[in-house]
């Protein structure tokens, strides 16, 4: 969107039903082959790549002049499923202005919120319905689904803030969330690149 348009109040509505916002003015798709070398289950990554490029989340998106002082708000929608062990989620992202927040509600499904600090320090909150994540400025963070129904979840951030995903491809997160005896667990990374 051009820096320079003047925006105007606006509303928009969330469908819980279908996953949606209104009037969305952007739309991303993520499938599994957008998160090459995401997964530590690379055998059943590469297995599952070869059947089929499974979409794994969506995002939608209001979109406001990318300035100091606008809110970019819309909706991620991670689709429930698993690679090997390890559940679906997101790409995750630090922002490029590095000290800027980001806040998370879930409206629907149940997940984790995985964050990190470029110098180490680590935190998973739980996603449930009606419950906010806060993600304070310098954490990368990921949306983990560890449910069987799509973990929906509205975010705003400031829209200038931007996103740095190459970090966490070159490096990847120090946890990731598997299932062991049926219940979701926090393990470290064993790819995880110093």
Wanted: hydrophobic share 35%.
């Amino acid at each position: 969107m051009n820096d320079e348009l003047t925006i105007r109040p606006f509303t928009f509505s969330i469908d819980l039903d279908n996953c949606r916002i209104t009037d969305a003015d952007n739309h991303i798709k993520r499938n599994l082959t957008d998160m090459k070398n995401q997964y530590f289950y690379q055998e059943a990554y590469d297995m599952m790549v070869r059947e089929d490029d499974t979409l794994l989340y969506e995002v939608y998106e209001k979109l406001v002049p990318e300035k100091s002082g606008e809110l970019i708000q819309g909706l991620s929608i991670v689709h429930p499923g698993k690679v090997g062990k390890e559940y679906f989620m997101t790409k995750g992202h630090f922002h490029s202005i590095i000290d800027t927040a980001e806040l998370y509600l879930c409206l629907k499904g149940k997940g984790m919120m995985v964050m990190e600090t470029p110098e180490g320090e680590w935190a998973v909150e739980e996603m449930l319905p009606n419950k906010a994540v806060y993600v304070p400025g310098k954490w990368a963070h990921r949306s983990v689904n560890i449910s069987d129904t799509d973990l929906m979840t509205l975010f705003i951030y400031p829209a200038d803030a931007g996103h740095d995903y190459g970090t966490i491809i070159e490096k990847g997160f120090r946890k990731i969330v598997v299932e062991e005896n049926d219940k979701p667990t926090i393990i470290d990374n064993p790819n995880w690149n110093l």
